[in-house]
């Protein structure tokens, strides 16, 4: 797949260019995508490539949250499965309870069928997707993405939202969800919106969690649910400015 | 070509989109290329999406070098074709002396000649090609990008870069070039390389850079010489790093 030596100083970062410009080829990813991509590449060069303390902090608590909930889902979009399908399956091995479902911006039947199919592939047992005849709306927000599967997101305590956009977030805010967002941007609208932000890069976070939740299920819920309400969004949000001032 | 009312806040922004997807499509730009522009696009939402008094100094600078120059040249990429071609175009419409060589990272001869008519569709009476059969090599770079026309970026004094990679950009000052890059990033490396940076979006800055050279034909040799003399392009960056910082 790949002629970028390992030794690479940048290598992890030319592999995902690799992996998302790949899933564009499949007809995972959109256009759309690659742009969005870029966007977090600049925010994540300003933050060293690194999963940052507050990143590790937001991952905590994201692994309190998926652990005590009662109904977490994944959802993904293209560029999460073309850039992290990997890391999504590695996380489910670990976590059965969590549900994964398709939910795409540039929505056809098509791309979300690739998309379920291609995860699947990877070893994720169910898929769901958000527009299917099992389908009901989130309010307030137009277009595909609004949908939700009656199993899935409509039916989810806890929602994990990677690279997703901010009408999208906010709308799942309203409607009761716990949102857990993955963004490098902390200043974007989804950063701000979700309860829990990990802004760190989808691939690393992916994994940070996976140890963590390895971890945390073995500890009692109450001290799970103590590091849920120690937690503070906005301050994590503000040390994660401060780390890019800094980086320039 | 689009439905984005021309209203919307980030209507410019959007538009440079579509203009990019559309040069996928047409085969001008590169998928790197839609990678590459994210990145520009984060530190242009940090810098407000206005051009800042430190591009203006810039391009005021750059300005005079293309009008005391002896053989300026405006080195294009697809992206920078796809994104400006029209501003380009409209550039050398107002200083005929400019001459315009493509030259690409991911070069393919289909994709130079693309881009060649692309912008002699656009009204550029004269579009050299890096690759062809008077090209000579720039030392000590690898692939495509290191041809250069011999009527072309060989024999300039002046070279005009946009969206350009560090390597070349190097390369071209070793070779004893006065190199004007484009670059929303001012940490990059073409930005530190380039004797002068322009840290502004493409069309905003040749925009700038048309009305600036309007008024500066009228004015003496020295005056322009003086302007250049004054010049200082670390302290440039630095004001730039300073307003991303404050943008945070």
Redesign the interface.
Known sequence: MTDIPSNHPRYHSLLL?ER??EG?HRGLAS??G??????????D?LLGERTQPFATEAIEVTSALLLTAKHPVFSVNGSAAALAGREIADLVAGHDRLLIEVNLFHHTPERSRRIADYLRALGVPRVLESVSDDSVPLPSIQHARKHMHREGIASADVVVVALEDGDRCQALVEAGKQVIAIDL?P?SRTARLAQVTIVDEITRALHVLKVAMAADRKRAHEELSGRLARYNNEAVLQRA?AA??SG?
């Open positions: 260019r998302l410009i564009l256009e759309a690659l742009l969005a991509h870029g966007r977090g590449e600049a925010f060069y941007n200043l400015v890019i001032r320039l």
